[in-house]
Structures are given as C-alpha cells and as structure tokens.
Nanobody
Framework: QVQLVESGGGLVQPGGSLKLSCAAS????????MAWYRQAPGKQRELVAH???????NYADSVKGRFTISRDNAKKTIYLQMNSLTPEDTAVYYC???????????WGQGTLVTVSS
C-alpha cells in the first residue's frame, strides 16, 4: 500500500486540455505499472490508461488518441495529458499501482475534471 495523491483537475471547456498528476510514495516506484481510472457521475470506475514499468502504454478506446499517460520515475509521479476534452470526460480521476489490470492500493481522493461550457 502506498499513498496516492492526484492533482491537476478543474473546469475546462470542451475541446480544451488538462494535465493531471499523481504522486506516489512507493518504494521502488519504477518497478510498478501504474494506471489512471475515472468515475463519471452515475457510472462505475473504469480504467482509462495504463503504463508499464518500461513505459508501454494502453488506453481505453474512449480516450485513445486524445489522452497520453507518462511517468517520471525520479519524481515518483505519473501524468495524464488530456486533449480534445468532451463533456463525457467529466469524472473524478484516480491513479493506482497495477498488477496486470488490477489496482494494488487503496484509492486516493482523486481529482475532479469537469468539461463544460
């Protein structure tokens, strides 16, 4: 279990961009896969982006081509660059360490992204 702190959310117009950060306290951070999840109003939490320990990335179809996940091992931080945002991207965004497709740690507070005019 590690401490996870998401930040960078806010209000953005449709078509706009936002970059989220997730700081993790994990020892040996660089050995872990990490992922971004989101939970939209009235919906289940879903996996949106995944990055392996060697920076291989995968994305949900709904965000592919618009979102980019990256990591900075020196800062023990992952990022989610979100472009061409739509109202359907409105959600609380969470990060977590991953084993395969499963989260490893307790959920943090998340960061709220609201896409609206």
């Amino acid at each position: 279990q590690v401490q996870l702190v998401e930040s960078g959310g806010g209000l953005v117009q449709p078509g706009g961009s936002l970059k989220l950060s997730c700081a993790a306290s994990a020892t040996f951070f660089s050995t872990y896969a990490m992922a971004w999840y989101r939970q939209a109003p009235g919906k289940q939490r879903e996996l949106v982006a995944h990055i392996s320990s060697v920076s291989t990335t995968n994305y949900a179809d709904s965000v592919k081509g618009r979102f980019t996940i990256s990591r900075d091992n020196a800062k023990k931080t992952i990022y989610l660059q979100m472009n061409s945002l739509t109202p359907e991207d409105t959600a609380v965004y969470y990060c977590n360490r991953q084993r395969g497709l499963q989260p490893l740690d307790a959920w943090g507070q998340g960061t709220l992204v609201t896409v609206s005019s």
